[in-house]
């Protein structure tokens, strides 16, 4: 594509834009693509001059979403523009925009997403992805890229965030997850860092699809025969300290329920895994413990799935035999427990079967029995395996979209330990899926600059 007319000043260019998107002929196919490829291109040539602030970028963004041209020739415009991803010399402009117009019109209306699977584009992303994984690498031992890296990290996160999307509303097929492979994990691994997730969105969006594409291993491995890519590198690669710590401050910080939920899995698989259930530091432990407590005790009534999650958690979890020495809330422990496990005074909920099963099994822990034994009561007994699955997409109460909205906690149960925006080292000084609303359509992209 030629470069387009660079406009002098900036009324004249946002004005440009509008006039684009008056289309007389909507009906028109071949007119609608000739205006969608000038107004992306118009948008792209213009990064940095009058696109500088994130609010450009979705203004922009929400223009072409919400034109009639686009309106009624939704699905050609959204295999159009995965079409130019497979392009692999389209300036790193024209992909940042058209990649944030999808993830755009997909957190607007999640139908979306769909169509974006139906026209391959798991397989798009993913290339996309890889490609620009290699360059940032290859770029990164070199001395004034910094510009272009920068504009790659911005591209990735968008996609990232899109690819997220698919897997936490969609099924992702075996074939889509088989293409997957090391160079494309271990990176995401080895570049991971402990940061807050306002500060390097690059690095959230990472973090997120490490749980969002162990979800879908998990899913998928339920009816074949598959290898979890995911945790073969986390059992494989145990120097990746960066990843154990980025669940631990993400498991304490994050109040979305849909991510609590995706790291409650992968915590379940490091801790019933013989390979990986040390991976964890001993004030680590003590900080999962603290987390869990807290969370249980926040949840209202209603939130029974994920009250489940996490003591089906908790189970392995205290089986770590440092508990063994160090009794580590022991008391607190087990009067939650024991509420849980309809054994206390208070009686202000009415437990379900299943959590007063899971709530025993905890109980039955021996350290944490350890002071009953000469007692008259017996101590509660193991009651039968329990383990953690994966709810079917959209048809389970436990899937990510059925997740109740938080309520405060019932009276009987003691305030928080922690803040949930306390620091992962603030929390180690105790002696150590839903969150689908779309933000009405304001949906923020990265930073631009």
């Given at each position: 594509m030629e470069?387009?007319?660079?406009?002098?000043?900036?009324t004249?260019?946002?004005?440009?834009?509008?006039?684009?998107?008056?289309?007389?002929?909507?009906?028109?196919?071949?007119?609608?693509?000739t205006?969608?490829?000038q107004y992306?291109?118009?948008?792209?040539?213009?990064?940095?001059?009058?696109?500088?602030?994130?609010?450009?970028?979705?203004?922009?963004?929400?223009?072409?979403?919400?034109?009639?041209?686009?309106?009624?020739?939704?699905?050609?415009?959204i295999?159009?523009?995965l079409?130019?991803?497979?392009i692999?010399?389209?300036?790193?402009?024209?992909?940042?925009?058209?990649?944030?117009?999808?993830?755009?019109?997909?957190k607007?209306d999640?139908?979306?997403?769909?169509?974006v699977?139906?026209?391959?584009?798991?397989?798009?992303?993913?290339?996309?992805?890889?490609?620009?994984?290699?360059?940032?690498?290859?770029?990164?031992?070199?001395?004034g890229?910094?510009?272009?890296?920068?504009v790659?990290?911005?591209?990735?996160?968008?996609?990232?965030?899109l690819?997220?999307?698919?897997?936490?509303?969609?099924?992702?097929?075996?074939?889509?997850?088989?293409?997957?492979?090391?160079?494309f994990?271990?990176?995401?691994?080895?570049?991971?860092?402990v940061?807050?997730?306002?500060?390097?969105?690059?690095?959230?969006?990472?973090?997120?699809?490490?749980?969002?594409?162990?979800?879908?291993?998990?899913?998928?491995?339920?009816?074949?025969k598959?290898?979890?890519?995911?945790?073969?590198?986390?059992?494989?690669?145990?120097?990746?300290?960066?990843?154990?710590?980025?669940?631990?401050?993400?498991?304490?910080?994050e109040?979305?329920?849909?991510?609590?939920?995706?790291?409650?899995k992968?915590?379940?698989?490091?801790?019933?895994?013989?390979?990986?259930?040390?991976?964890?530091?001993?004030?680590?432990?003590n900080?999962?413990?603290?987390v869990?407590?807290?969370?249980l005790?926040?949840?209202?009534?209603?939130?029974?799935?994920?009250?489940?999650?996490?003591?089906?958690?908790?189970?392995?979890?205290?089986?770590?035999?440092?508990?063994?020495?160090?009794?580590?809330?022991?008391d607190?422990?087990?009067?939650?427990?024991?509420?849980?496990?309809?054994?206390?005074?208070?009686?202000?909920?009415?437990q379900?079967?299943?959590?007063?099963?899971?709530a025993?099994?905890?109980l039955?822990?021996?350290?944490?029995?350890?002071?009953?034994?000469?007692d008259?009561?017996?101590?509660?007994?193991?009651?039968?395996?329990?383990?953690?699955?994966?709810?079917?997409?959209?048809?389970?109460?436990?899937?990510?979209?059925s997740?109740?909205?938080?309520?405060?906690?019932?009276?009987?149960?003691p305030?928080?330990?922690?803040?949930?925006?306390?620091?992962?080292?603030?929390?180690?000084?105790?002696?150590h899926?839903?969150?689908?609303?779309?933000?009405?359509?304001?949906?923020?992209?990265?930073?631009?600059?």
């Amino acid at each position: 594509m030629e470069t387009d007319q660079i406009f002098q000043e900036s009324t004249l260019f946002w004005g440009h834009l509008k006039e684009l998107l008056k289309c007389p002929e909507v009906e028109d196919y071949e007119l609608a693509n000739t205006r969608l490829v000038q107004y992306i291109k118009t948008v792209s040539d213009h990064v940095h001059i009058y696109i500088t602030e994130d609010h450009d970028l979705y203004q922009c963004g929400i223009g072409l979403i919400s034109s009639p041209i686009y309106e009624i020739h939704r699905e050609f415009c959204i295999s159009k523009m995965l079409s130019f991803l497979n392009i692999d010399l389209l300036e790193q402009n024209f992909k940042l925009f058209v990649s944030y117009v999808l993830l755009l019109d997909c957190k607007n209306d999640a139908s979306i997403l769909q169509l974006v699977q139906d026209y391959q584009g798991f397989n798009v992303l993913y290339k996309n992805l890889h490609q620009n994984f290699e360059n940032v690498a290859l770029l990164s031992k070199k001395e004034g890229d910094s510009i272009t890296i920068g504009v790659i990290k911005r591209i990735c996160t968008i996609q990232l965030d899109l690819m997220f999307q698919m897997c936490k509303y969609l099924s992702i097929t075996q074939e889509e997850l088989t293409i997957i492979d090391t160079f494309f994990i271990n990176y995401i691994f080895e570049s991971l860092i402990v940061v807050d997730s306002e500060e390097d969105l690059f690095n959230f969006a990472k973090f997120k699809i490490i749980l969002a594409v162990n979800e879908q291993f998990m899913i998928v491995s339920r009816e074949s025969k598959i290898e979890n890519k995911v945790f073969h590198t986390i059992a494989t690669h145990t120097t990746f300290r960066n990843f154990s710590e980025c669940l631990l401050v993400y498991f304490n910080r994050e109040e979305d329920r849909c991510l609590q939920i995706m790291i409650s899995k992968v915590l379940y698989l490091i801790f019933t895994n013989s390979s990986t259930k040390e991976l964890f530091y001993h004030n680590d432990l003590n900080v999962l413990v603290d987390v869990l407590l807290r969370e249980l005790r926040n949840l209202s009534e209603e939130e029974e799935s994920i009250r489940n999650t996490f003591l089906r958690v908790l189970y392995p979890l205290l089986k770590c035999s440092q508990f063994e020495d160090t009794n580590y809330k022991k008391d607190k422990l087990k009067k939650l427990l024991n509420y849980f496990a309809g054994q206390s005074e208070s009686t202000f909920w009415h437990q379900t079967e299943t959590t007063k099963r899971l709530a025993l099994r905890c109980l039955s822990i021996n350290w944490l029995t350890r002071e009953e034994d000469q007692d008259s009561e017996p101590s509660p007994s193991p009651p039968k395996k329990d383990t953690l699955t994966v709810p079917e997409i959209n048809h389970s109460n436990t899937s990510i979209n059925s997740i109740s909205k938080r309520q405060p906690p019932p009276a009987p149960l003691p305030r928080k330990l922690l803040s949930r925006n306390s620091s992962y080292h603030n929390t180690s000084n105790d002696t150590h899926t839903n969150n689908n609303n779309r933000n009405n359509g304001k949906i923020m992209p990265p930073s631009i600059r």
